[in-house]
T-cell receptor, first 115, second 114 residues
Framework: GAVVSQHPSRVICKSGTSVKIECRSL??????MFWYRQFPKKSLMLMAT?????????EQGVEKDKFLINHASLTLSTLTVTSAHPEDSSFYIC???????????FGPGTRLTVT | AQSVTQLGSHVSVSEGALVLLRCNYS??????LFWYVQYPNQGLQLLLK??????LVKGINGFEAEFKKSETSFHLTKPSAHMSDAAEYFC????????????FGTGTSLTVIP
């Protein structure tokens, strides 16, 4: 079964509004989680590393004020897209490292459409 | 720095034919390498992984990949393609066993022709 969940799986919002996406690790703790963005027919682009109890680390070119990341607990990281615009429409995927392992568990993704 | 290159953004094979998806990596340290499959509007599913043990790695759904250090390659193969294999395939590398981020290739879209 799934070990990393994302909610919602799909969301449609209007321009200018904010939307929150949750990433949860199930049955294991994750001090670090990763957020990716995937454009249609493109690869996954790492956006940021979410760190429990401290600030997220953003990749170059990713606006930290636009993509707010909060890792409030050992099983939950949230990505909030603030003041969304149509160009923010994308598939967002999170991942969490399997404990004591090099493997990553990936969430099922969230399809965001901004109208 | 770590990176992977996938040659061929689109590959078409006939049903029953050999599948070969190419992946070359660059890494400053011994890498951990992975192949993932993604079906439309779904997340990533792990096919197989190389973890510095056996160089020929067998995965799910009949796929396998061989790590060749001399060629810095980790190509994915399957002897006989099925229609259900049509999907997007990603090669990925990570540099450590401490849960560091993955670096993905650009992906290869596999089409299986009946």
């Amino acid at each position: 079964g799934a070990v990393v969940s994302q909610h919602p799986s799909r969301v449609i919002c209007k321009s200018g509004t904010s939307v929150k996406i949750e990433c949860r690790s199930l049955d294991f703790q994750a001090t670090t989680m990763f957020w990716y963005r995937q454009f249609p027919k493109k690869s996954l682009m790492l956006m940021a590393t979410s760190n429990e109890g401290s600030k997220a680390t953003y990749e170059q070119g990713v606006e930290k004020d636009k993509f707010l990341i909060n890792h409030a607990s050992l099983t939950l990281s949230t990505l909030t897209v603030t003041s969304a615009h149509p160009e923010d429409s994308s598939f967002y995927i999170c991942s969490a490292p399997r404990p004591s392992s090099y493997e990553q568990y990936f969430g099922p993704g969230t399809r965001l459409t901004v109208t | 720095a770590q990176s992977v290159t996938q040659l061929g953004s689109h590959v078409s094979v006939s049903e029953g034919a050999l599948v070969l998806l190419r992946c070359n990596y660059s890494s400053s340290v011994p890498p951990y390498l992975f192949w993932y499959v993604q079906y439309p509007n779904q997340g990533l599913q792990l096919l197989l992984k190389y973890t510095s043990a056996a160089t020929l790695v067998k995965g799910i759904n009949g796929f396998e990949a061989e790590f060749k250090k001399s060629e810095t390659s980790f190509h994915l193969t399957k002897p006989s393609a099925h229609m259900s294999d049509a999907a997007e395939y990603f090669c990925a590398v990570t540099k450590s066993n401490t849960g560091n981020q993955f670096y993905f290739g650009t992906g290869t879209s596999l089409t299986v022709i009946p």
